[in-house]
């Protein structure tokens, strides 16, 4: 995710909702302002709210993805001697209608919907495929007996079959409130008081997972069952067991879950994790040792801030998962009505004199509990101002906590008789209840001080000095963050913009953040920013043409000398000698570049050691340079340089600085110097291969026609670092470019250069952040007297390790990959490993290297858990985020150069989910696009890919979760989401992974990569016929549009050493021989992706000696 996004939520003093984004300076109301309400809280998918009738609200935010779930149901059947196949089935099977398990009925006419927010979206329907083979056209799958595995094939010994009937029901409350059902069953059908989201960063799967959590009138504590994206509405209430009655609770986006209870003290959840997300028990924590009692509390990440009833803000230190009720109490110099901490930790909050909205400024890891309160001066829509002005029958509902704020909490001695169901509900000015006639006003229990809170308008001077500060300056409204308001701003702002309640959930922003919501100046205050960027460009663009008038009158005039320049950079690093004995020796590095005025500057690469008391020294010409490449290097700041004979014998030159940032000037200067040798242009070019690297880091190389008919080409491209951090990357050949993060985010090429450490322009730099998982593994041996502990064989692996236990990988010693990675989370046992986990997240096995399983045998030995830690990657780059949907994979159809600046690009893209998405409106003028398409499938899909057809037809490419490939019919520019999908089943006893299609051919690695060949496609048979085997030990591949196909070569036997991840091209590739005849292999390892989509050169045509493997013959490991 990028640094700034979502929305800010906020309740009114008249129950009405808004939202505010980062690049907004407006609120914005939500539909159905009719609805009025007293308590919200915010998460990634949307709102949960309290309405004034005490019942739970939910609003589902609107996205591209609908919300669609898919329902079964399987029919079963016997065979017997007289009949045949029927229904009639002996009495110890399952019945005749069942779920695919048959522990249950499911009759066709009985499968209901959750709730009125559902509808149908057809009639049940047979599914005509298992494990990726297509059934016959009644849909049967076969066995011996009903819990057998079951074929597509009838054999002889078949005795039972059954079929899958399904049937697609699809949420309709987007963009509306929704009540949530009430609870048929069971006994929590209460009114409630509270509701909070958390837990969306717990766990990835299911998707959208929340944990919305509650309290009643009647101080119960219930959780929300089953929430996630496909069931927004969760199943039920789960009643969770508090030593009294409970006023409010609070969850953070991970495992916090915090308590407060009528009587004042605080409770801290334990045992929340991804396994079980409602935890296992209480941690009584005691409140701030103030006169007054806490009224509100709020938690994040690792942070606490709560309220007292007089308005002062505390800080709770040392919070963290394993010590989730944290250190002791910190009082803040400041008075709130309440506060809301957010992602990312950052806190706001409402306050208690002005009722503005605040926010802390200067949030961060060093310092959690920031530096100053800065207001958000924001007015509303003018049109929702009027029509609520307008409405005289609006119920003004404030939060219980606006009452609580000017009162004393009962003690735990107070008569326990006193209602527990009171609305806490207040007038909020006297014009207020002049408007409010005939509608009645609940008062706080009789320990209230006040019948009103106190937010009269505030003087000036007062309002300078914020919530509860001392005023610095009487003459003007001070923003403490360092602007001011002049006394004309006053009269612009919306003053009916009274705050009760503030909800951060769903706004992702940092400490380095800038949203439009603050001050920039002493000017206006909604006035807009004062630098207009289409005068300066045009002031730029004179000065330009002016420079470039002078200077060509000047052109054919001889220099006055040709004396040329000598440029030298020294500096120190180590090198890593490869050969015996191998280790670090330190040497002198020197970089010399000689400008003259005619030519192209001339570079070279000194390096000096020292052997015993001998000094030499290795020299690199610059244009002889291939690669500079960082290497993942948890000890060191490592990176290699590559040249063509360097990488031949994959043995690059390694070296090493003193700390990162050396490391990242010396790349800097010599990605320069690389560039520059070469007469290389900023920006990438149309035409440009792209890839990337295990690291994230993005290289583009231009690959000329002359380069790629040349022997041996691959080891000859020079390949230039693009600044940015990203999982994969498509091109188009038009200039369209897009990247998918770690954490799944969708990014598009600016047309900028540089970015991180790299040298170029600020035009199209962008702030980008990407996020990983982090993992290591406990591991355990068993033995007879105290069975499972960490004491192994002297064989053995690690007790902490990584995946393959040659790594020692301890919780206090394991670092991010690069310092450029900063913790976001703690270590967390993590219940999503392949194989299942137990209760605690053990899997067993027999022994550390055989394969493991959820469940105990008597047979296992060992068994082993993994740990989970989230680390963050702060940098910028050409790159600009396409909110908001999460991908997991995308492809551009290949565009020529050519065409119109205006012409559609086809992109498609699986969500993480596994929906099939077409976007709207891509071409070179928009990248960007301007919404998604959802095309329906039967089943969740993994990868997709666009080929591109004659006549403006589009060949669309996909494979599914089972690893069976999918056709997409119909596919045009006419008509850009196409018809009906054709299943082709996968290759035999295999599972795809991966699928790449050019104009004529398709290809696809499987899950043991081996590259596969699709024969048989022509114009009147677009499936083909069956699927070939090219070449094994191929990790990825990709196919141009011109037939080309490149792909990463997984394993790859130089002079010197094996290099993984290898770039490689298949040469001899043609009509007469589509599948090539050898592979000539380039920069490598550690590359993961390659592109070559936008590769207009034409590939190839004889094979070549000395790099390559002839045939299909598996790279030498």
């Known amino acids: 995710m990028a640094g700034i996004g979502g929305r800010l939520w906020a309740l009114d003093v008249r129950g009405g909702a808004f939202t505010l984004a980062p690049h907004e300076s407006r609120w914005r109301p939500c539909p159905d302002p009719r609805l009025e309400l007293k308590r919200l809280s915010a998460g990634p998918q949307g709102c949960w709210a309290i309405g004034y009738d005490h019942r739970v609200y939910a609003f589902v935010r609107p996205g591209d993805i609908p919300v669609r779930v898919q329902e079964e149901a399987f029919e079963n059947q016997r065979w017997n001697p007289v009949d045949g196949f029927g229904g009639k089935l002996l009495p110890s099977d399952r019945w005749g209608w069942s779920t695919e398990d048959g522990l249950g009925p499911r009759y066709l006419g009985q499968v209901r919907l959750p709730s009125p927010a559902w509808e149908w979206e057809g009639d049940w329907t047979l599914f005509l495929s298992i494990a990726g083979e297509p059934t016959d056209a009644q849909g049967w799958t076969y066995a011996l007996d009903f819990p057998a595995p079951y074929s597509h094939k009838k054999h002889w010994n078949s005795c039972v079959r059954r079929r899958r009937w399904i049937r697609y029901r699809r949420y309709t409350a987007i963009n509306k409130w929704a009540q949530i059902p009430v609870q048929e069953e069971g006994s929590y059908q209460d009114l409630f008081h509270d509701v909070c989201l958390g837990g969306w960063d717990l766990a990835e799967e299911p998707p959208g997972r929340l944990s919305v959590w509650a309290v009643t009138t009647e101080g119960k504590v219930l959780y929300r069952d089953d929430v996630h994206h496909s069931n927004p509405e969760g199943r039920e209430w789960i009643g969770v067991e508090i030593p009294s009655e409970a006023l409010q609770v609070s969850a953070g986006p991970i495992s916090l879950v915090w308590v407060l209870l009528w009587e004042g003290k605080l409770l801290a959840r334990e045992g929340v994790n991804q396994k079980n997300p409602m935890g296992e028990g209480w941690v009584v924590v005691d409140p701030p040792d103030h006169e007054f009692g806490v009224v509100q509390v709020s938690v994040g990440t690792r942070v606490i801030w709560c309220i007292t009833s007089d308005g002062q803000v505390w800080f709770r230190r040392g919070v963290c998962a394993d010590s989730p009720a944290g250190l002791s109490?910190?009082?803040?110099?400041?008075?709130?009505?309440?506060?809301?901490?957010?992602?990312?930790?950052?806190?706001?909050?409402?306050?208690?004199?002005?009722?503005?909205?605040?926010?802390?400024?200067?949030?961060?890891?060093?310092?959690?509990?920031?530096?100053?309160?800065?207001?958000?001066?924001?007015?509303?829509?003018?049109?929702?101002?009027?029509?609520?002005?307008?409405g005289g029958s609006h119920r003004s509902s404030l939060t219980s906590l606006n009452s609580l704020a000017d009162m004393n909490l009962r003690s735990s001695g107070d008569d326990a008789a006193e209602s527990n169901d009171t609305d806490f509900t207040l007038m909020a000015t006297e014009d207020t209840q002049q408007s409010h006639r005939g509608t009645e006003s609940t008062l706080t229990p009789a320990t209230a001080v006040s019948s009103k809170p106190n937010i009269t308008p505030t003087p000036r001077a007062e309002l300078a000095a914020g919530p509860g500060e001392d005023c610095m300056d009487a003459g003007s409204v001070s923003s403490l963050g360092g602007g001011s308001i002049s006394g004309d701003t006053l009269g612009n702002m919306d003053r009916g913009l009274l705050w009760a309640w503030v909800s951060t959930g769903a706004c992702d922003i940092d400490s380095q953040s800038q949203p439009l919501w603050f001050i920039q100046s002493t000017g206006s205050l909604l006035s807009g920013p004062v630098r207009d960027p289409a005068w300066r460009r045009d002031i730029v663009q004179q000065l330009t043409n002016r420079s470039l008038r002078e200077i060509s009158n000047f052109e054919d005039y001889q220099p006055a000398t040709d004396k040329k320049t000598v440029w030298v950079r020294r500096g120190v690093l180590s090198w890593w000698q490869d050969w015996y004995p191998q280790r670090w020796i330190d040497l002198t590095v020197l970089l010399e570049q000689l400008e003259g005025a005619e030519e192209r500057p001339e570079a070279m690469l000194f390096l000096h050691y020292m052997v015993g008391t001998t000094k030499k020294y290795l020299h690199i010409f610059i244009s002889e340079i291939t690669a500079l490449v960082p290497v993942l290097d948890t000890?060191?700041?490592?990176?290699?340089?590559?040249?063509?004979?360097?990488?031949?014998?994959?043995?690059?030159?390694?070296?090493?600085?003193?700390?990162?940032?050396?490391?990242?000037?010396?790349?800097?200067?010599?990605?320069?110097?690389?560039?520059?040798?070469?007469?290389?242009?900023?920006?990438?070019?149309?035409?440009?291969?792209?890839?990337?690297?295990?690291?994230?880091?993005?290289?583009?190389?231009?690959?000329?026609?002359?380069?790629?008919?040349?022997?041996?080409?691959?080891?000859?491209?020079?390949?230039?670092?693009?600044?940015?951090?990203?999982?994969?990357?498509?091109?188009?050949?038009?200039?369209?470019?897009?990247?998918?993060?770690?954490?799944?985010?969708?990014?598009?090429?600016?047309?900028?250069?540089?970015?991180?450490?790299?040298?170029?322009?600020?035009?199209?730099?962008?702030?980008?952040?990407?996020?990983?998982?982090?993992?290591?593994?406990?591991?355990?041996?068993?033995?007879?007297?105290?069975?499972?502990?960490?004491?192994?064989?002297?064989?053995?692996?690690?007790?902490?390790?990584?995946?393959?236990?040659?790594?020692?990988?301890?919780?206090?010693?394991?670092?991010?990959?690069?310092?450029?990675?900063?913790?976001?989370?703690?270590?967390?046992?993590?219940?999503?490993?392949?194989?299942?986990?137990?209760?605690?997240?053990?899997?067993?096995?027999?022994?550390?290297?055989?394969?493991?399983?959820?469940?105990?045998?008597?047979?296992?030995?060992?068994?082993?858990?993994?740990?989970?830690?989230?680390?963050?990657?702060?940098?910028?780059?050409?790159?600009?985020?396409?909110?908001?949907?999460?991908?997991?994979?995308?492809?551009?159809?290949?565009?020529?150069?050519?065409?119109?600046?205006?012409?559609?690009?086809?992109?498609?893209?699986?969500?993480?989910?596994?929906?099939?998405?077409?976007?709207?409106?891509?071409?070179?003028?928009?990248?960007?696009?301007?919404?998604?398409?959802?095309?329906?499938?039967?089943?969740?899909?993994?990868?997709?890919?666009?080929?591109?057809?004659?006549?403006?037809?589009?060949?669309?490419?996909?494979?599914?979760?089972?690893?069976?490939?999918?056709?997409?019919?119909?596919?045009?520019?006419?008509?850009?989401?196409g018809q009906t999908w054709i299943h082709l089943a996968a290759p035999t006893k295999q599972k795809l992974k991966h699928i790449s299609a050019g104009p004529s051919t398709v290809f696809a690695v499987d899950e043991q990569n081996q590259l596969w060949f699709r024969s048989g496609i022509e114009a009147q048979a677009p499936c083909g016929t069956n699927w070939e085997m090219v070449s094994p030990n191929v990790r990825f591949v990709s196919v141009g549009p011109q037939n080309q196909v490149w792909g990463i070569a997984d394993a790859v036997q130089g002079s010197q050493s094996t290099s993984r991840g290898v770039v490689c091209c298949r040469t001899g590739v043609g009509p007469a021989s589509p599948t090539g005849q050898s592979w000539d292999y380039g920069i490598g390892g550690g590359w993961d992706y390659i592109t070559v989509r936008g590769n207009w050169t034409r590939p190839q045509r004889q094979g070549v000696e000395g790099n390559s493997a002839a045939g299909s013959e598996t790279p030498r490991p």
Request: aromatic letters at 10%; hydrophobic letters at 35%; charged letters at 20%.
């Open 329 to 390: 109490w910190v009082s803040m110099v400041s008075k709130m009505m309440m506060v809301s901490v957010g992602v990312n930790d950052q806190v706001f909050g409402v306050g208690r004199e002005d009722r503005m909205v605040y926010f802390r400024q200067g949030v961060c890891a060093d310092e959690a509990s920031g530096k100053v309160w800065k207001p958000i001066l924001c007015g509303r829509d003018a049109e929702e101002g009027v029509e609520r002005a307008a």
């Open 635 to 977: 000890n060191r700041h490592t990176f290699a340089v590559y040249t063509a004979e360097r990488t031949e014998s994959r043995a690059p030159i390694r070296l090493a600085a003193a700390t990162e940032q050396d490391m990242h000037d010396w790349l800097a200067v010599l990605n320069t110097a690389c560039c520059e040798a070469r007469g290389l242009s900023r920006s990438p070019s149309h035409r440009a291969v792209w890839s990337v690297t295990c690291r994230g880091d993005v290289f583009v190389s231009e690959c000329s026609s002359e380069a790629s008919s040349s022997p041996s080409s691959a080891l000859h491209m020079f390949w230039r670092q693009i600044g940015g951090h990203l999982r994969l990357v498509e091109s188009d050949g038009s200039g369209v470019v897009w990247g998918l993060g770690y954490d799944h985010t969708a990014w598009v090429y600016t047309g900028g250069h540089g970015g991180g450490f790299l040298q170029g322009s600020t035009d199209g730099m962008h702030p980008q952040t990407d996020v990983i998982q982090v993992y290591i593994y406990e591991n355990q041996r068993w033995n007879p007297l105290s069975g499972y502990t960490a004491r192994g064989l002297p064989t053995d692996r690690y007790m902490w390790s990584d995946i393959t236990g040659l790594q020692e990988r301890t919780k206090t010693h394991t670092k991010p990959p690069s310092p450029q990675w900063t913790w976001v989370s703690d270590w967390a046992v993590d219940f999503g490993v392949p194989g299942g986990t137990d209760r605690e997240g053990w899997q067993y096995a027999a022994d550390f290297p055989a394969r493991y399983h959820g469940y105990k045998t008597i047979k296992d030995f060992v068994r082993r858990r993994r740990w989970s830690r989230r680390c963050r990657l702060v940098t910028n780059g050409p790159w600009l985020e396409v909110p908001p949907l999460s991908l997991r994979h995308l492809s551009l159809k290949a565009t020529s150069p050519q065409a119109p600046a205006d012409s559609p690009v086809a992109l498609w893209a699986v969500s993480r989910k596994g929906d099939v998405l077409c976007r709207l409106g891509v071409s070179r003028v928009s990248p960007a696009g301007s919404s998604w398409l959802h095309v329906s499938t039967d089943q969740p899909f993994v990868a997709v890919s666009v080929g591109s057809g004659g006549d403006g037809v589009v060949s669309v490419w996909a494979l599914a979760l089972d690893g069976s490939a999918f056709l997409r019919t119909g596919v045009s520019d006419v008509n850009p989401v």
